[in-house]
Antibody, heavy 121, light 107 residues
Framework: DVRLVETGGGLVQPGGSLRLSCGGSGFITNFKYMAWVRQAPGEGLECVSIIYSDGSTYYADSVKGRFTISRDSSENTVYLQMNSLRGEDTAVYHC????????????????WGQGTPVTVS | EIVLTQSPATLSLSPGERATLSCRASHSVDDFLVWYQHKPGQAPRLLIYDASNRAIGIPARFSGSGSGTDFTLTISSLEPGDFAVYYCQQRRSWPPTFGQGTKVEIK
């Protein structure tokens, strides 16, 4: 079993930047699609971004133009670069493998990491 | 975007009882509906994908049904480890969206 571990969260001022990392205890390079999903305090889950193996990237409207997802296969790591952070970006950020994407249908997420908290204040 | 509405918000039940959770979509998602279990401080856990398919390792007491706009997650007999928050997710259209969750708590 691969376990995903997120790092890089913390406290940042509005307008600031953070880079989140997602690594695996196993070999996640073989994971074709990866995603970041967040949960704001007291709120539900929100899919923030997905990256496919062909390099295609997708973003929620709420983060488009501010966040960038990338992956480094040699380092077995997926990243989320977050710029121009706002208070509404405060959340626990989970990385997850995205599964089942095909022909216009989007993925489900499995497994997930426990998440890393980001506070913008 | 497709809005998913889960009901009830909270379900208070005893171990051994049957839990029935509902997820309603604002537009048809065909059968592209997923269920997760989430406990505080833990990673969410995939239970059911595409409305009725149990994920690997998920016990048979968890079952999913429905299509189009109305879906149900049933836990046939609650065990102590099943008390958690359950989320549905649609993957029919972008962005993938989640419901607000149903908390299953011990009565």
């Amino acid at each position: 079993d691969v376990r995903l571990v997120e790092t890089g969260g913390g406290l940042v001022q509005p307008g600031g930047s953070l880079r989140l990392s997602c690594g695996g205890s196993g070999f996640i390079t073989n994971f074709k699609y990866m995603a970041w999903v967040r949960q704001a305090p007291g709120e539900g889950l929100e899919c923030v971004s997905i990256i496919y193996s062909d390099g295609s990237t997708y973003y929620a409207d709420s983060v488009k133009g501010r966040f960038t997802i990338s992956r480094d296969s040699s380092e077995n790591t997926v990243y989320l670069q977050m710029n121009s952070l706002r208070g509404e970006d405060t959340a626990v950020y989970h990385c997850a493998r995205a599964v089942g994407a095909r022909g216009g249908v989007w993925p489900w997420f499995d497994p997930w990491g426990q998440g890393t908290p980001v506070t913008v204040s | 975007e497709i809005v998913l509405t889960q009901s009830p918000a909270t379900l208070s039940l005893s171990p051994g009882e049957r839990a029935t959770l509902s997820c309603r979509a604002s537009h048809s998602v065909d059968d592209f509906l997923v269920w997760y279990q989430h406990k505080p401080g833990q990673a969410p856990r995939l239970l059911i994908y595409d409305a009725s398919n149990r994920a690997i390792g998920i016990p048979a007491r968890f079952s999913g049904s429905g299509s189009g706009t109305d879906f149900t997650l049933t836990i046939s007999s609650l065990e102590p480890g099943d008390f958690a928050v359950y989320y549905c997710q649609q993957r029919r259209s972008w962005p993938p969206t989640f419901g607000q969750g149903t908390k299953v708590e011990i009565k």
